[in-house]
């Protein structure tokens, strides 16, 4: 049976897992944790994909229920710190080296070490909305609608995760 809708769903999905995917990953910090994100925010977006009315765009709409299955899937790990077990996230702070030599390198892995500490150290909100603004390069507006709330509450959070963040790596200045 062709279903024009599975079939539009399924045109969707090859467009923009990677993306959705990427996305997800810089959020959770694990490779994971992000398919388990991605697939339960497809599976949402099947479910609700006959009620997309187009108004947004295609992306904007994935692009919220991924924020809310990332929020989801990051508070639940908070409530079972058993669960929580962070595995460093190669992307996050990919430092370019002209020349890689052991000392650069060594310095990177460090540094992409307190990075990736430094983010599982964020509330989830703090963590998506510091990802959507500085990976995905959001404006406040966008990140308050995707993540459904207030441009105030939105700003709030981004400087909580950049404050973390800047102490997490405040040590490692005076060694440059």
Not at 36 to 55: P, T
Not at 136 to 156: C, L
């Amino acid at each position: 049976m062709n279903d024009p809708n599975v079939e539009a769903f399924l045109t969707l999905v090859e467009r923009h897992r990677r993306y959705m995917y990427n996305l997800a990953l810089r959020m959770t910090g694990n490779e994971q944790d992000a398919k388990d994100v991605v697939q339960d925010s497809l599976l949402n977006a099947f479910v609700s994909f006959d009620r997309f009315e187009g108004r947004a765009d295609l992306r904007t709409w994935l692009n919220r229920i991924l924020v809310n299955c990332a929020l989801d899937h990051l508070r639940g790990l908070r409530r079972r710190p058993d669960m929580y077990d962070p595995h460093p996230i190669s992307d996050v702070a990919d430092i370019a080296s002209f020349s890689p030599d052991p000392e650069r390198l060594a310095a990177s892995a460090d540094c992409r070490r307190v990075v990736t500490t430094a983010m599982h150290g964020m509330s989830p909100l703090e963590r998506v909305t510091f990802t959507l603004r500085h990976f995905e390069g959001m404006s406040i507006a966008e990140i308050a609608r995707n993540v459904g709330i207030s441009n105030t509450a939105a700003k709030q959070h981004i400087f909580r995760a950049v404050r973390k963040l800047r102490l997490a790596l405040e040590p490692h200045r005076s060694n440059q």
